[in-house]
């Protein structure tokens, strides 16, 4: 959305960018930018960098704006007051619901009509795994929409937490919980928090300032992983690391091909104004209905900003198969992204020359690889002439880049392309150790720079696993969809793709 930055909002840096030209050229964001900064422009980073306000001066709007979009800089808002309703899907978990309605209102909500029970009919068809009941809450007031539970139970616990029941007399899914929850409130913010989530005291202290850019659509704040009565030990140990909610400890805006690509729905605020220009979640997606929304948004023009300040606790699955088939139906998701998204599902996305030279090196052919990213590196210096030193800034880039490259690339191999390595494996023997490599290497490098309370070889078992559970979840979604398009690779970023130095 065109909208100004607020006057009063403080910009930081993020830990990745820097500046270099005597401060008149700033390198960072994701996709990485190198942006060529006119005197004004330089005087007015400089000025943000000092902590000053971003004020009205039209240049000033203009860079933080600019800043904000491509990453290289992360908001610091001034409070906002906004009124919120929190909305929580849940179906047949009343422990769970119990457990977040006591983080959300202290167990103790006023509902609008405390406790009614009220059948909702409409939304699409389908199950969703485990299932999940909506609760919709502002501050006093909490709304509760059972999603087509088996027994009375999870209605029950919200009723006695003196919320409003609204029910679905057959499951729907969770998309079609939120949104019912959203048309039962009107209030500015909806804040849809999943059972089992237990967001900690002030939580919403740190999302709603956020919303005082009137750009950003939706704030989604970390979720991490925490422990479950009766779960694995080795389980909850990978999960703290490795749970596909967590997006990771760095702040960033959301979006396709982003540092932060999307955010899950376990707890996620919206504003109405945003909610409704996209229509809601689409009901018609059982899994992934999250991403698909916040890709949405982005498409729409809206800002999401992921806020890992606030963390939210989701327990872990209660065991090795469970957390099995949850892998699997995400990655059952692919293919319905990628029929509304096109390349945004990607499995990988890179430059075609760092993918030459990593497919070079797999099959044992170094020099050849090398080559290739010595020449990369020679046209990204000749893109980049217009520099102080162009050489020394391409080598740099370049390095960072085909490193990245090459552990995107072991990611794609061992996730979605598993069945195709595996094959050429059986059939080509020079391909034997790279494809050993992508398997094994990225895995090991992850376990020596984390040291999770496991071995490494029980670390290497579980990624694994983790990664061809997707993979496999993939393959069924293309073969339902009868398509392979969330199988394809865009390696469309070629030298000349973009400018190298924006202004």
Known sequence: MSAAVPPAMRLALDPG???TDGGRVLIGGAPLRVLRLTAAGA??????????????????????????????????????????????????????LAATLEAVCGGDCVGAAQGRGEVVHGGAGGAYGGGDVAVVATPGD????????????????????????????????????????????????????????????????????????????????????????????????????????DRGAAEAPV??????????????????????AVGGFDERMPVGEDVDFVWRLADAGWTVRYEPAVRVVHPVRPDAIAWLRQRYGYGTSAAPLAARHGDAVAPLTVSAWSALAWA???????????????????????????????????????????????????????????????????????????IAAAFVVPPLVEWARDRPPMGAARWLA??????????????????????????????????????AVES
């Not at 009205?56 to 992360?74: K, V, Y």
């Not at 999302?207 to 991490?224: C, S, T």
């Not at 982003?258 to 945003?274: H, K, S």
């Open 142 to 245: 909490v709304v509760v929409v059972d999603d087509g539970s088996d027994s009375e139970g999870t209605s029950l616990v919200a009723a006695r937490a003196g919320a409003t029941v609204l029910r679905h007399a057959e499951p729907h899914g969770p998309g079609a919980a939120r949104n019912t929850g959203a048309r039962a409130t009107d209030s500015e913010i909806i804040a849809f928090v999943d059972a089992d989530c237990t967001p900690p005291p002030g939580w919403l202290d740190g999302l709603l300032p956020h919303f005082g850019d009137k750009a950003v659509g939706a704030v989604a704040p970390r979720v991490v992983a925490g422990g479950r009565v009766g779960a694995p030990t080795w389980l909850e140990a990978y999960e703290r690391l490795r749970s596909p909610l």
């Open 462 to 499: 579980a990624r694994v696993a983790d990664d061809m559970a997707y993979g496999a979840g993939v393959w069924t979604g293309a073969v339902r969809a009868r398509s392979l398009r969330a199988l394809v690779p865009d390696l469309s970023n070629w030298p000349g793709h973009r400018p």
């Open 43 to 96: 005087r007015a980073l400089d000025a943000l960098e000092r902590g000053a306000p971003v004020g009205e001066a039209p240049t000033s709007q203009w860079l933080a704006r600019r800043l904000l979009d491509a990453g290289i800089a992360h908001p610091r808002p001034a409070p906002a007051s906004f009124s919120v309703s929190v909305v929580i899907p849940v179906r047949d978990r009343p422990a769970g």
């Open 17 to 19: 960018a820097r500046r």
């Open 255 to 276: 979006r396709p091909r982003g540092a932060v690509p999307f955010v899950p729905a376990a707890t996620l605020l919206v504003r109405r104004e945003a909610f409704e």
């Open 360 to 434: 070079l090196a797999g099959l044992r052919r170094p020099f050849a690889g090398a080559t290739v990213g010595v020449g990369t590196t020679a046209l990204l210096a000749r893109r980049l002439g217009a520099l102080e030193h162009p050489w020394a800034e391409a080598f740099a880039l370049a390095g960072k880049g085909n490193l990245a490259a090459g552990r995107l690339c072991a990611d794609a191999v061992r996730r979605p392309w598993w069945p195709f390595a595996l094959l050429i494996a059986l059939v080509w023997r020079r391909a034997r150790p790279g």
